[in-house]
């Protein structure tokens, strides 16, 4: 067997560090030429490098010709002026070569190492870390390797994100996602995974990778992996396993999700007739409390498998009875079946959380089949959260509630280009010198443009009057006006991107601005957003926020019976997407008083009403929010909808905030006009038709009061129940912030 030269082993380092190096300006090292030095020129070049340390890595060395030939340059001839070379040849001193001979014709030559050589690889990465440190732009913290060799698993901007939080690992903040191949399936696994860490880590301090299968044995990302995330469902490679098992010995930390990745003596075992069905699992969190919950299984189990000090075909030795770790999850059947395991690993901190129950797929998942499975996953989603806040805090990442986002100034938008004139005459009237409106908890300044030192408060806030220029990934105007179809309702519209509250917008512009001008507050966030009593209402993008004005004559079938405004929003809204064709199935409900349901098993929405009594006209706040876009907390309507063509093989479109706010102020006008009328017959067999309580059964007074059954509405609009003695009387709340049907009280006789 011939032996290798020097220079073979020289090329081979070199096409090896080729293939490592990237630059952030683009640059690629396309060819690295190995370059003997005399010792005189060894000197000179010490010397000058000397004289340089303090300037920047990236300021050009001494001319070396045929260092580096750069992306775009490939004659081998110094780079010329304005670049530097990314890496010379290391030397070690004065070793022979192989053979003891140095080489025919040559003074003594220090030539590159070879790849796996320690002091090489440990210049490799000092020389890659000068290269990022030098970056005037900021260089992200990617694991390095070759140009796309790890890629950001989420599209758009890259990650160059502000203000991350430190860890105490002190690696950079990067999330691997290993799926396994590049297949169709493993991608749409990729964004699967990416969609359920984003909903509980806070992106602005971690980013997400995609780790390809190639890379995961080839590039150096160990180093700067804070958390390794293995859900390839095909069989993970042995080479790969030994990776990942060599970077948990080093103190890294992996998350398993339904991979055969297994660690610590368990192997994975099938049990077939829990494949894709929802099961019940028992969580043991960290702090040692329990957690029941409806989880999708993978129809894989975990049992411990392996004898003590048993050696694995990797190299690397398990002691079985180490320690359980924090967090601990079994089925709850007969068997107990082990579904999640928290295996602490080596004495250097590694530690992985192995789960073998979907807790990255969300209840719409093309994998779950049936709609009862559907159900009970979704009544259990919030909760699949915390379980996964808990595996990933567990695991050394943060989960803390995001930081809220600032504050943007209003827009004042018009319905109909009709209503322009007279409402910028009508604002020239009412503002004070500086142009600002105020109520008691907010003022309002209206101005033709907006700059950056405008200050934004919840108590101050700047409104744009000028139109033009106006765009929003999340409200379109034309939308919005073509499903508007009032005669006075939502005419004239506040529009905020992010605000404190919608309620508190129009408190100084309600009592003045006529009234068939007919205000709306809209915002895509809220800070501070308010449910009934003390609750708070939490504002996701995606949610459907507005608050909404409505002016009432006292002396009318409605002034007469306020309390049914709220029935009638949240009914308006049931309407809005049950009244589109091909949409009439959609299972939204209304619960009584002021909630809407998807069916009887979640809360999807939610009516808040202020109403203020002056002279003869109530004028009164309808703030509404409901869940149109946005699966998380709990469920929205584009989840039903998704969920209703798979059950029944149809193509209905997911529905858009702007559209469903116009539509259900336009459907609340028609059935104010309707009770207007008619009084509350003249509504009450379509809230019958969409609300949860037929023959629903509640107790009076508590939990051992009398049992009674939901007959209907008062005409005050209070519940109606059936006593078991067969008389009809009403029922209202106790003034619980929980739940209004709960503790139901018998009004005092006079």
């Known amino acids: 067997m011939a032996k290798a030269s020097v220079d073979d082993f020289s090329k081979l380092g070199l096409a090896f560090m080729e293939d490592r190096l990237q630059m952030e300006n683009g640059l690629v090292a396309q060819k690295i030429v190995s370059v003997h030095l005399q010792d005189s020129a060894l000197r000179e070049l010490s010397k000058a490098s000397g004289e340089q340390v303090q300037a920047s890595p990236l300021t050009p060395a001494p001319s070396l010709g045929g260092i580096m030939e750069q992306a775009g340059q490939g004659d081998g001839k110094a780079t010329g002026e304005g670049s530097s070379p990314l890496k010379t040849g290391c030397g070690s001193g004065r070793e022979p070569a192989a053979d003891g001979d140095p080489g025919p014709g040559c003074a003594e030559r220090h030539q590159l190492h070879l790849s796996s050589c320690h002091e090489c690889l440990e210049l490799e990465s000092r020389t890659i870390e000068s290269v990022r440190c030098a970056s005037a732009e900021g260089t992200p913290d990617l694991p390095e390797g070759r140009g796309g060799g790890v890629e950001a698993a989420a599209e758009g901007p890259g990650p160059e994100q502000k203000g991350r939080r430190g860890n105490v690992s002190g690696k950079a903040p990067n999330i691997l996602l290993y799926v396994g191949s590049g297949s169709e399936e493993a991608l749409g696994r990729l964004q699967q995974v990416r969609a359920a860490l984003e909903d509980c880590v806070d992106t602005d301090s971690y980013t997400l990778y995609h780790l390809r299968e190639d890379s995961a044995l080839r590039d150096p990302w160990p180093d700067s992996c804070l958390l390794l995330v293995v859900a390839s469902r095909e069989p993970v490679p042995r080479d790969a396993q030994r990776r990942f098992l060599a970077y948990l010995s080093q103190g890294g930390k992996v998350l398993g999700l339904s991979s055969s990745f297994t660690v610590g003596g368990f192997r994975v075992t099938s049990r077939d007739s829990l494949r894709n069905t929802a099961q019940n699992l028992v969580f043991s969190k960290a702090d040692g409390n329990e957690v029941r919950l409806s989880v999708l299984s993978s129809g894989y189990v975990y049992e411990e498998g392996l004898s003590p000090l048993s050696v694995l075909s990797s190299g690397y030795v398990y002691e079985e009875g180490l320690s359980p770790g924090r967090v601990q999850g079994h089925l709850e059947n007969e068997d107990k079946d082990k579904a999640i395991v928290h295996v602490p690993f080596g004495t250097r901190g590694g530690e992985a959380v192995l789960c073998q129950v979907h807790l990255e797929l969300p209840p719409s998942a093309a994998v779950v089949h049936t709609r009862e499975d559907f159900d009970v996953l979704k009544s259990s989603n919030e909760r699949r959260h915390d379980v996964l806040r808990d595996v990933l805090t567990t695991l050394g990442l943060g989960c803390d509630a995001r930081q809220a986002p600032a504050l943007t100034p209003l827009r004042l938008l018009l319905a109909t280009e009709e209503i322009q004139d007279p409402v910028m005459q009508w604002l020239g009237q009412h503002v004070d010198p500086e142009g600002i409106i105020k109520s008691s908890k907010l003022s309002l300044r209206f101005v033709s443009s907006y700059t950056s030192d405008m200050e934004i408060t919840p108590s101050s806030i700047p409104v744009l ?285 006079q």
């Open 465 to 749: 009057t000028n139109p033009e220029g106006f765009s929003s990934e999340h409200f379109n105007l034309e939308t919005y006006r073509r499903n508007l179809r009032t005669t006075r309702l939502g005419k004239v519209v506040l529009f905020a991107e992010v605000t404190p509250t919608t309620m508190s917008l129009l408190g100084g512009l309600m009592f003045e601005m006529p009234q068939e001008m007919g205000l709306i507050a809209i915002a895509v966030r809220q800070t501070q957003g308010k449910g009934r009593g003390p609750n708070a209402w939490l504002s996701p993008v995606g949610c459907a926020l507005s608050t909404l004005l409505v002016c009432v004559p006292v002396k009318s079938e409605l002034g007469q019976r306020i309390p049914f405004v709220q029935h009638l929003m949240s009914l308006a809204v049931v309407e809005a997407v049950r009244s589109i064709p091909g949409y009439e199935d959609i299972n939204l409900r209304v619960k009584w008083p002021n909630d809407i349901y998807y069916s009887d098993l979640m809360k999807i929405g939610g009516v808040l009403v202020n109403s203020t009594l002056m002279g003869d006209t109530f004028y009164i706040l309808i703030g509404c929010g409901f869940n149109v876009a946005n699966s998380n907390p709990t469920v929205c309507i584009n989840d039903l909808i998704a969920e209703y063509n798979r059950q029944h093989g149809v193509g209905l479109r997911p529905l858009r905030v702007d559209c469903l706010i116009a539509r259900a102020a336009t459907v609340l006008e028609s059935l104010i006009d309707r009770f207007q009328a008619h009084g509350p017959d003249g509504i009450l067999p379509l809230y019958y038709k969409y609300w949860v309580h037929s023959g629903q059964q509640v107790r009076l007074g508590g939990e051992e009061g009398p049992r009674v059954s939901i007959v209907g509405l008062d005409d005050s609009g209070f519940l109606q129940v059936l006593q078991e003695d067969g008389g009809v009387v009403t029922a209202h709340p106790d003034g619980n912030s929980f739940d209004m049907l709960r503790n139901l009280l018998l009004p005092k006789r």
